[in-house]
């Protein structure tokens, strides 16, 4: 008996583009790296010519207001960067056990000014929580800031544990007046 085995052999072809991405997204330690008028940047990185490609910076603080928050108040997270970004940056609280992701309210275009706002809904936990802020640039930095000050969210109704008057006392003596 005799078996006849067939082999099919499948050949399949690939290609590339080859071409530096226009992103400027291409590495290169001069100039004569670059194509299409672009110029070796501050990061080894291929840029169009006019990029400021200088380190991504806060200037001054990040600033959180109010220090205390309750139910449907909004909060603001402040601050500026030195020159413009790609993408929009991450702004988010940070609690113990719970992360609260801040919106973009404002964006001042002359002077990189940014203000992040968040609306308390009474069920975020009761808690301090801080600032934080991460920005993600196109040439592969991260920096990352936190807020100097925290912000307490309080949802507790102050409780009364008595009518009855209370008795004012000497701070000295504790003998009543």
């Known amino acids: 008996m005799h ?9 399949t072809a690939c290609t590339g583009n080859l071409e530096p991405p226009a992103s400027g997204a291409s590495l290169c330690d001069s100039d ?27 200037t001054g603080t990040v600033s ?38 801040l919106s973009l309210a404002e964006f001042n275009e002359s002077t ?6 968040y609306t308390a809904s009474g069920s975020e936990a009761e808690a301090e929580f801080r600032g934080q802020v991460r920005i993600a640039d196109v040439f592969d930095t ?19 544990v008595s009518d009855t008057a209370v008795e004012r006392l000497s701070p000295s003596s504790a003998i009543p007046l």
């Not at 078996?3 to 050949?11: E, G, P, Q």
């Not at 990189?112 to 706002?117: A, H, L, T």
């Open 3 to 11: 078996r006849t085995v067939a082999i099919v052999i499948f050949a």
């Open 32 to 58: 004569a790296d670059c194509v299409g008028g672009q110029i070796c940047g501050e990061f080894g990185r291929c840029v169009e010519p006019g990029t400021d490609t200088s380190a991504l910076q806060f």
């Open 64 to 101: 959180l207001t109010p220090a205390l928050v309750r139910a449907d108040q909004a909060l603001e997270l402040r601050f500026s960067l030195n020159r413009p970004t790609i993408f929009d940056p991450v702004v988010t609280l940070q609690g113990v056990g719970e992360t609260l992701t």
């Open 112 to 117: 990189n000014e940014y203000r992040y706002s």
């Open 142 to 160: 991260e920096i990352e800031a936190l807020s100097e000050s925290t912000v307490l969210f309080d949802f507790t109704a102050p409780l009364a």
